[in-house]
C-alpha cells in the first residue's frame, strides 16, 4: 500500500506541552510529507522532508526520517489550542504513480 | 494568488439525482487532484489530471463518477444517479510539477459537503 499510516490515531494533550506523532510506510520514497486539516476545511501543507534528509524544522514543527525503518514523525514543540486538527503524513514512492494517497491521520486536541 | 476554489460549498440532494461540482485551481497549477472525504477518515484518492490529462481513476471509483478538465484549468466532477453513501465531502487540490521534480507540494480547496437524502 503506498500510504501512510499514522499513530496515534488520537491524542490529547495539555497546551504547552509536545506533541509527537509518527507515521510508518511500506514503500521506497521520494519524500514524505505532512498536513493539517482543521475541522471542516481542506488541507494545509505543512513540511516536506526529502529521502536523503534526515531531520527538519520549520518554526515549532520538526520532523524526522528513518528510511531504514520506513517511519517518520512529526513533532510540534509548545503547542497551542489553534494546533487542535487532524495531522496526516503523505509518503511519495519511488515506483508507480506520482500522486499522494493519505492515512487516517492522527486527530490532536489541545485543552487549554 | 487566490487559492483553490470549489463550488458550491455545500450540496443537499435527493437519491437518484446527478450533482456537479467544480474546481478551479490556482492558476499556473498543472495538476488537479481529487479526492473524498467521509467523517473521522482521511482523504481517499479519486482521480487526477496533468494539464486536460486525466493520468489515473481510482480502481474504487464507480463509473457514476466522471471527472473532467477540458482545458487544463478548471475541473468538474459528476456524480449520476446519486447514492446515500455518496455522501461525503470533495476536495479538490493543485499543484505544480516542473518536469522531473517531484517535490510538488498539494494546495487544497476547502471542499465540497455532499449530502445524499
Known amino acids: 500500500s503506498q500510504q501512510g499510516e499514522e499513530d496515534p490515531q488520537a491524542l490529547s494533550i495539555q497546551e504547552g506541552e509536545n506533541a509527537t506523532m509518527n507515521c510508518s510506510y511500506k514503500t521506497s520514497i521520494n519524500n514524505l510529507q505532512w498536513y493539517r486539516q482543521n475541522s471542516g476545511r481542506g488541507l494545509v501543507h505543512l513540511i516536506l522532508?526529502?529521502?536523503?534528509?534526515r531531520e527538519k524544522h520549520s518554526g515549532r514543527l520538526r520532523v524526522t526520517l528513518d528510511t531504514s525503518k520506513k517511519s517518520s514523525s512529526l513533532l510540534i514543540t509548545a503547542s497551542r489550542a489553534a494546533d487542535t486538527a487532524s495531522y496526516f503524513c503523505a509518503p511519495l514512492p519511488i515506483q508507480g504513480a506520482q500522486k499522494l494517497v493519505f492515512g487516517q491521520g492522527t486527530r490532536l486536541t489541545i485543552n487549554p | 494568488d487566490t487559492g483553490v476554489s470549489q463550488n458550491p460549498r455545500h450540496k443537499i440532494t435527493k437519491r437518484g439525482q446527478n450533482v456537479t461540482f467544480r474546481c478551479d485551481p490556482i492558476s499556473e497549477h498543472n495538476r488537479l487532484y481529487w479526492y473524498r472525504q467521509t467523517l473521522g477518515q482521511g482523504p481517499e484518492f479519486l482521480t487526477y489530471f496533468q494539464n486536460e490529462a486525466q493520468l489515473e481513476k481510482s480502481r474504487l471509483l464507480s463509473d457514476r463518477f466522471s471527472a473532467e478538465r477540458p482545458k487544463g484549468s478548471f475541473s468538474t466532477l459528476e456524480i449520476q444517479r446519486t447514492e446515500q453513501g455518496d455522501s461525503a465531502m470533495y476536495l479538490c487540490a493543485s499543484s505544480l510539477r516542473q518536469g522531473q521534480h517531484i517535490n510538488e507540494k498539494l494546495f487544497f480547496g476547502s471542499g465540497t459537503q455532499l449530502s445524499v437524502l
Open positions: 522532508i526529502r529521502s536523503n534528509e
